[in-house]
């Protein structure tokens, strides 16, 4: 649970110097979370700059579509776990997945997200082939009947899509359902939460749940541009990306995922998303 006995003894006092590298280390507070994890949040510590990747600014948009319903806690749950205001919207799935042809994934946040979702989007884009997980094929077998079948859209968990590599045409839409923050009810988180709440209260979301959620988005907005002829649209399904309201904390913690995400034009503007897929 805590790796910083382990990489002070193993790792610091081994060496002269560390190179750390990964496309994820960073969130929107920079390394400051990475710091907290490794025992390192010192002053006398100074951080290189990331190395950024070839501009993607002009070849994809971040979509935050209006009138979502409110994500609020639901019973028994924390700040950063929630439940829809009503079921999944299938209405913004529906339209983007129209505009795109398919040619994308939908990363649900929850299992029963997927329960009775795909039924419903068959049965109103019927020239679009679905794949979901959890009809019996292996992932390897999903992705490639995803790469060879045009027009075919893939429903997964988020968890689904780490690794993932879809370059080219197959893949210009990714639909998050949910920012993807990990239940509170795990014993490893809960015991990170109190032991940085100790040291300052609200460190726990702010320092670990915020990381680690913004991480996973990262992850799985980082399925859409793989190679520099890339293009797509990264479409989050949850307002709390651009106006948090059930925390204290919500406009300070939007702004810091958002400043973590890559550089794409933020909009909620549907026409622009709309000639921007269609265009692909």
């Not at 045409?169 to 639909?175: F, M």
């Not at 015991?191 to 209260?201: G, L, N, S, V």
């Given at each position: 649970?805590?790796?910083?006995?382990?990489?002070?003894?193993?790792?610091?006092?081994?060496?002269?110097?560390?190179?750390?590298?990964?496309?994820?280390?960073?969130?929107?507070?920079?390394?400051?979370?990475?710091?907290?994890?490794?025992?390192?949040?010192?002053?006398?510590?100074?951080?290189?700059?990331?190395?950024?990747?070839?501009?993607?600014?002009?070849?994809?948009?971040?979509f935050v579509?209006?009138?979502?319903?409110?994500?609020?806690p639901?019973?028994?749950?924390?700040?950063?776990?929630?439940?829809l205001?009503?079921?999944?919207?299938?209405?913004p799935?529906?339209?983007?997945?129209?505009?795109?042809?398919?040619?994308?994934?939908?990363?649900?946040?929850?299992?029963?997200?997927?329960?009775?979702?795909?039924?419903?989007?068959?049965?109103?884009?019927?020239?679009?082939?679905?794949?979901?997980?959890?009809?019996?094929?292996?992932?390897?077998?999903?992705?490639?009947?995803?790469?060879?079948?045009?027009?075919?859209?893939?429903?997964?968990?988020?968890?689904f899509?780490?690794?993932v590599?879809?370059?080219g045409?197959?893949?210009?839409?990714?639909?998050v359902?949910?920012?993807?923050?990990?239940?509170?009810?795990?014993?490893?988180?809960q015991?990170?939460?109190?032991?940085?709440?100790?040291?300052?209260?609200?460190l726990?979301?702010?320092?670990?749940?915020?990381?680690?959620?913004?991480?996973?988005?990262?992850?799985?907005?980082?399925?859409?541009?793989?190679?520099?002829?890339?293009?797509?649209?990264?479409?989050?399904?949850?307002?709390?990306?651009?106006?948090p309201?059930?925390?204290?904390?919500?406009?300070?913690?939007?702004?810091?995922?958002?400043a973590?995400?890559?550089p794409?034009?933020?909009?909620r503007?549907?026409?622009?998303v709309?000639?921007?897929?269609?265009?692909?």
């Open positions: 649970m805590d790796v910083r006995p382990f990489f002070h003894q193993h790792v610091r006092r081994a060496a002269s110097s560390v190179l750390l590298t990964s496309a994820t280390l960073r969130d929107g507070r920079g390394f400051n979370s990475l710091g907290l994890r490794l025992g390192l949040a010192s002053p006398r510590w100074k951080w290189p700059k990331g190395v950024e990747t070839p501009s993607t600014s002009t070849r994809g948009l971040l579509p209006p009138d979502l319903p409110e994500r609020r639901g019973p028994g749950r924390r700040r950063g776990r929630s439940r205001g009503g079921s999944l919207p299938q209405g799935m529906e339209r983007m997945l129209r505009a795109s042809r398919g040619r994308g994934p939908a990363a649900l946040h929850q299992p029963q997200d997927a329960g009775g979702l795909p039924p419903r989007l068959e049965a109103a884009l019927p020239e679009i082939t679905f794949f979901v997980q959890g009809d019996g094929l292996s992932r390897t077998q999903l992705l490639d009947r995803f790469r060879a079948t045009p027009s075919a859209a893939l429903l997964g968990l988020a968890s899509w780490q690794g590599d879809l370059p045409e197959a893949l210009s839409l990714v639909i359902s949910a920012l993807p923050f990990a239940p509170p009810d795990d014993p490893v988180l015991a990170r939460i109190r032991e940085a709440d100790a040291q300052r209260e609200g726990g979301f702010i320092g670990i749940q915020v990381p680690q959620m913004t991480l996973k988005l990262k992850q799985g907005i980082g399925r859409l541009i793989r190679t520099r002829a890339d293009r797509g649209v990264v479409a989050v399904l949850d307002p709390r990306l651009m106006l309201s059930e925390d204290r904390l919500g406009k300070r913690y939007a702004a810091q995922v958002r973590a995400l890559p794409f034009p933020l909009t503007d549907w026409e622009r709309t000639t921007f897929l269609e265009s692909l």
